[in-house]
């Protein structure tokens, strides 16, 4: 047996325990070099331990012992490459069945899906968004740090704050869309938000001064997995009026709705709270942003608002709810929606996109 190591140095050496080792040795993958007649005892040669340690590896990745087999007899690259591939896509569904199911039990009104049964015009994914508009003005301020982004299916609001918050805000959208353009999945989505986030939080410690720069975000996207979803993160808002009734469909992020909500205060008192802008959650101000997020039903006729708190802050809930209802096309409420805001001489800058079901 010179030269020959027993099955419990060998063992050692590669770190597959002498259990894997003999079973390995049953299945074919590395079979020991000597078994000593008499004893039965294994041995392994020394030139085995590297394809011990490609076996560990493999078996590391989870590949099952008949591939790893397969593999050995044609150590192919090509293989490696189609697993890492494989496992990439497995990871990817399973990242978005994990973002359906959240999706499923936050949506406070019903989840996507559901429509493709109740569609009556057959779509596969529903009721869908058929027209848009949006507008944005600068109000009462030095600059517009708001920002709005309409495309074909994405459509979002953002409002910067802090030094550099128009970057902020442009930034978020920017890089909100290139990523969704990529995955147009509900895990893309939230990935893309993530990156958002990360984009603003680099920018944002890029900077001298201290960083204070953020952006809340509020999106709907028509995503191509699960239909019309929504994402939000401060206190911006989602509106949605059907059959004359308005609800908000997001909660904003800040310390004083976070009171009301606990009945710590009243809605009146908050109105005039000294802290009432103040965020708990925004875009860019820590490398991983906790999201909001749900499906949007849409009957027909249905109209969604996305709006920056200068709008809201502005005009009454009667007055949004007027322009919704209005049989304006899309383009022509957000315009008069905003500049209605800015007659009452809002404060802040102004922003809306308005969507049509
Ligand atoms: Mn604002």
């Known amino acids: 047996m010179d030269g020959l190591l027993s099955i419990g140095e060998f063992s050692e050496r590669c770190g597959l325990s002498p259990k894997m080792l003999r079973s390995y040795g049953t299945a074919g993958l590395l079979r020991p070099a000597a078994v000593d007649q008499y004893s039965g005892y294994r041995y392994y040669a020394a030139d085995q331990l ?4 490609l076996i560990a590896l493999l078996r590391q990745a989870e590949i099952t012992v008949s591939d790893i087999a397969a593999f050995l007899n044609h150590p192919d690259p090509g293989v490696l490459d189609r697993w890492q591939h494989d496992l990439a896509s497995e990871s990817v569904a399973r990242r978005s069945a994990l973002a359906r199911a959240r999706a499923a039990i936050t949506a406070d009104h019903g989840f996507p899906t559901d429509q493709r049964h109740k569609s009556r015009r057959g779509s596969e994914m529903g009721v869908n968004i058929i027209g848009s508009g949006s507008a944005t ?3 009462r301020r030095d600059i517009n740090q708001d920002g709005v982004l309409v495309t074909d299916d994405l459509f979002a609001v953002a409002d910067g704050f802090g030094q550099g918050g128009e970057m902020a805000s442009q930034v978020a959208l920017l890089t909100l869309s290139s990523e969704f353009s990529a995955d147009r999945s509900i895990a893309g989505l939230l990935a893309a938000c993530q990156d958002a986030n990360r984009g603003v939080w680099r920018r944002a410690n890029a900077q001298n001064d201290i960083a204070t720069m953020g952006t809340t975000l509020t999106a709907v996207a028509n ?8 994402v939000h993160v401060g206190d911006s808002r989602l509106y949605r009026v059907r059959q004359g009734r ?22 009146r008192d908050a109105e ?22 749900g499906g949007v039903s849409l009957q027909p ?12 802050r502005t005009l009454s809930v009667d007055d949004i709810r007027a322009a919704l ?11 008069d929606l905003v500049s209605s805001a800015v007659c009452r001489s809002a404060e802040d800058n102004v922003t809306a996109v308005i969507l049509s079901a």
């Open 50 to 53: 590297r394809q011990a340690e």
């Open 246 to 267: 308005l609800s908000q469909l997001t909660l904003d992020h800040t310390v004083v709705d976070d009171l009301v909500r606990a009945g710590e205060l009243n809605e």
């Open 223 to 230: 995503t191509a997995d699960i239909g019309v979803v929504m």
């Open 301 to 312: 006729g249905d109209r969604l608002l996305l709006c920056t708190d200068g709008l809201f």
């Open 325 to 335: 209802r209005s049989g304006a096309e899309a383009q022509r409420a957000a315009d």
């Open 137 to 139: 003005d600068i109000g």
């Open 272 to 293: 005039s709270h000294p802290h009432r802008q103040v965020l708990l959650r925004a875009l860019g101000v820590a490398p991983v942003v906790d999201l909001d997020y």
